[in-house]
């Protein structure tokens, strides 16, 4: 097959949320030797949804600047991907879609597997490009990740949403042709409807992940994939930022390769970086890979990146893309490092209150407390019906 694609990621950008919460003061609750976290895991803080903040207020926030700097006009199909919905009709791409006022004479659906959801959306916005070379595709992964409170998944919780422009000749990476996919029937993480909080079993899913990675891996090479090491970096989805190195020393084992410590490090190294401080944000994660690697990597120019995109249940894809001569001239690197330098820290009790809250479910009328600075806000609820403000 070849790896020749003149479609791909046209512009990149995420937000996350209004507050922080640093992993010193969970261990400070809870007891834990700080070192589990920051080594263990390899996290440092966690994102924490303001009252008033929600996957829509997100994937709005992030994809606000790519209307900005490209417009509506090509837009004919927004893909809102996300596995923490606020809506089983509803696609929540619908009031991403009124609150950037983009066209009527425009799809928008909502796509759901897991986190893996987002690279559906992208495979999905290549081919109707490839239909029509002069639209444009919006595609936002927005997820706000939470757990129980004191049970082992709470310290990898986050939130945030990438947004990001499909279209021909992208200005950032193109997608290559060859995709290696893997569907394997598992229970490792869910969340049936009526739980606000995934379910989770925690070893389970490692493993079921690292399944995932050998069969995406085999299955690439038999769809005429390059090999290994034409790879200049790796971006792996992140439950958390040690997951991408375990999953990279599991795909250099299994592909017969020496698994050095310094070689991992140069694979994976550079895509943790927003993933750290941010936690998982499920479907945007691995995309927040990408945009932590193109903003710190030194020059990718027509280099190959590898992409391993994981959903629990299970649904995964490796596939590869190459960076476009001229794309640092496009990326949002200072704008995303605000992203994360704007957030609030909150302290235990904080976030404890706000994981706690849940919007009220009687069809009366009720605002939200004002706590984001953020561009759009839920306001509340009436009639069971979300609110937006953009101001
Ligand atoms: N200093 C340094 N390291 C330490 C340490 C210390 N003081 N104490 C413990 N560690 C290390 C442990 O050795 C372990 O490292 P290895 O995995 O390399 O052996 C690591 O810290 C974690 O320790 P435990 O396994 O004991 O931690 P845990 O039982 O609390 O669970 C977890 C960890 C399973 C990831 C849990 O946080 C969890 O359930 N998370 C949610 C599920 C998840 O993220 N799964 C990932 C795959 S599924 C997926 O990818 C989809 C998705 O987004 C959910």
Redesign the pocket.
Known sequence: MSHDSAIGIHDLSFATTEFVLPHTALAGHNGT?I??YH???GQRSMSVPAADEDIVTLGAAAAAPIIARHGTDRIRTVVFATESSIDQAKSAGVYVHSLLGLQSACRVVELKQ??YGATAALQFAIGLVRRDPGQQVLVVASDV?K?ELDS??E??QGAAAVAMLVSADPALVRIENASGLFTADVM??WRPNYRDA?L?D??E??S??LQAVEGSWKDYGEQGGRSLDEFAAFCY?Q??T??AY?AHRHLLNYAGHDTDKDDIERAVGQTVAYNAVIG?S?TA?VYLGLAALLDQAEDLTDRPVGFLS???GSVAEFFAGTVVPGYRQHLRSEANLEAIARRKPVDYAGYRELHERSLPTDGGDHSTPAQTTGRFRLAGISNHKRLYQAR
């Open positions: 030797e070192g589990k080594i263990g895991i897991a986190c990740s757990y082992p998944g310290a990898t490792d993480f995934a989770v925690g070893q899913s490692i079921a992940y989805h439950p958390f040690k997951m375990k998982n499920y994660s994981y959903g629990s």
